[in-house]
């Protein structure tokens, strides 16, 4: 076992709050997917983070807290923004929300933004972890800028081996997508980015309407959703969604109970359960590039629920 991958267990627990006090960086499993947890309101910490991942310095973070009340020291919130955190947090919704001026987080972790994209999650190790921290933690997605985003630690360690001081291993994440992203800086309140929670959901349990922000128009490419605009999710190999008959010489990304004759293939899901697709998704792509094949071919996936979000990801990987 690598020297920086500790199994869960209050050992590893407290070594990763003494690790973010320390400026260190420290990948923890959340709900959605593995994230590269560090201090928000650290210089060093922020510079590292970025470094590692090759993220733009103009694409902000996710700030993660373990209460509504954490919350409302770094956001300024109204009756919706409250509603939902109410109904959905703890749990894979991020509200992005005005700026309120707190000491927790540096302007560098924003990208000198006004606004910020706040979530409670529900993993059990990131609340725990805030509790002992006793302070909000950034944590973006663990893989690097533009690399399909890890929901193993063994992905992480993959994509930084030790670059990253601690990674802890709390097995693989419940559903292997990010959390959905909804921007209440004004009305209408824009979807940023499609994830675990159907917007539709959300304005039916609440009554609250969502538009669709047009990721791919150019409109939306303006820093307030930066890490939304370009290609992302991507395999080195190249990508193509939509296939139903691979070619010799690819690996297949199959869906459903159609059987084929073809070598490299891993099934999504074989009873076509578009939850189980989401959580195999990034394992399986990792798996597939790792295999350097000429393309990786994916069957259609119904555009529906999750599978909204599924299509998502792979077109935005196959750009
Ligand atoms: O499920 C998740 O949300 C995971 C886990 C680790 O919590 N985190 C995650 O973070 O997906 P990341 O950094 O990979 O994606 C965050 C997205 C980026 O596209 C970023 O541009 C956007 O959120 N974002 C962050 N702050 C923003 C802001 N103030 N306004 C608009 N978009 C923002
Ligand atoms: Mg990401």
Same mark, same amino acid.
């Not at 267990?9 to 590269?36: D, M, P, R, W």
């Not at 296939?243 to 891993?266: C, S, V, W």
């Not at 994916?298 to 555009?303: G, H, M, Q, S």
């Given at each position: 076992?690598?020297?920086?991958?500790?199994?869960?267990?209050?050992?590893?627990?407290?070594?990763?709050?003494?690790?973010?006090?320390?400026?260190?960086?420290?990948?923890?499993?959340?709900?959605?997917?593995?994230?590269?947890?560090?201090?928000?309101?650290?210089?060093?910490?922020? &510079? @590292?983070? /970025? +470094?590692? $991942?090759?993220?733009?310095?103009?694409?902000?973070? =996710? *700030?993660?807290?373990?209460?509504?009340?954490?919350?409302?020291?770094?956001?300024?919130?109204?009756?919706?923004?409250?509603?939902?955190?109410?109904?959905?947090?703890?749990?894979?919704?991020?509200?992005?929300?005005?700026?309120?001026?707190?000491?927790?987080?540096?302007?560098?972790?924003?990208?000198?933004?006004?606004?910020?994209?706040?979530?409670?999650?529900?993993?059990?190790?990131?609340?725990?972890?805030?509790?002992?921290?006793?302070?909000?933690?950034?944590?973006?997605?663990?893989?690097?800028?533009?690399?399909?985003?890890?929901?193993?630690?063994?992905?992480?360690?993959?994509?930084?081996?030790?670059?990253?001081?601690?990674?802890?291993?709390?097995?693989?994440?419940?559903?292997?997508?990010?959390?959905?992203?909804?921007?209440?800086? &004004? @009305?209408? /309140? +824009?979807? $940023?980015?499609?994830?675990?929670?159907?917007?539709? =959901? *959300?304005?039916?349990?609440?009554?609250?309407?969502?538009?669709?922000?047009?990721?791919?128009?150019?409109?939306?490419?303006?820093?307030?959703?930066?890490?939304?605009?370009?290609?992302?999710?991507?395999?080195?190999?190249?990508?193509?969604?939509?296939?139903?008959?691979?070619?010799?010489?690819?690996?297949?990304?199959?869906?459903?109970?159609?059987?084929?004759?073809?070598?490299?293939?891993?099934?999504?899901?074989?009873?076509?359960?578009?939850?189980?697709?989401?959580?195999?998704?990034?394992?399986?792509?990792?798996?597939?590039?790792?295999?350097?094949?000429?393309?990786?071919?994916?069957?259609?996936?119904?555009?529906?629920?999750?599978?909204?979000?599924?299509?998502?990801?792979?077109?935005?990987?196959?750009?």
């Amino acid at each position: 076992m690598k020297q920086n991958l500790l199994k869960e267990s209050e050992k590893s627990i407290n070594k990763a709050v003494k690790y973010l006090n320390q400026e260190k960086l420290v990948a923890l499993k959340t709900e959605t997917v593995y994230g590269i947890a560090c201090d928000p309101g650290n210089i060093s910490a922020l &510079k @590292k983070l /970025y +470094q590692i $991942k090759q993220r733009p310095i103009y694409n902000p973070l =996710i *700030i993660h807290v373990n209460s509504i009340e954490l919350a409302k020291k770094i956001v300024h919130t109204t009756d919706d923004a409250e509603c939902l955190m109410k109904k959905f947090w703890p749990g894979p919704l991020t509200l992005i929300l005005p700026r309120k001026i707190n000491n927790f987080v540096h302007d560098i972790a924003l990208s000198g933004l006004e606004s910020v994209a706040i979530r409670f999650p529900k993993s059990n190790i990131m609340r725990e972890i805030i509790n002992k921290f006793q302070k909000p933690i950034a944590a973006p997605s663990a893989n690097e800028s533009g690399y399909i985003s890890a929901t193993d630690a063994n992905h992480v360690i993959d994509s930084f081996g030790n670059k990253i001081d601690l990674v802890i291993d709390s097995g693989r994440t419940n559903f292997g997508l990010e959390s959905t992203i909804l921007d209440m800086t &004004k @009305k209408p /309140y +824009q979807l $940023k980015r499609h994830g675990v929670i159907d917007s539709k =959901i *959300i304005t039916e349990k609440t009554g609250i309407k969502i538009v669709i922000a047009n990721c791919k128009n150019k409109k939306f490419q303006k820093p307030n959703s930066p890490g939304q605009l370009l290609k992302h999710y991507a395999p080195k190999t190249p990508l193509f969604t939509n296939i139903t008959e691979p070619m010799q010489g690819d690996a297949f990304l199959n869906f459903g109970k159609r059987k084929y004759n073809h070598k490299a293939t891993l099934n999504l899901s074989t009873t076509a359960n578009l939850d189980e697709a989401a959580y195999n998704l990034f394992d399986f792509l990792r798996k597939l590039d790792k295999l350097k094949k000429k393309r990786i071919v994916v069957a259609p996936i119904p555009n529906t629920g999750i599978g909204i979000t599924i299509n998502e990801r792979l077109d935005r990987a196959s750009i």
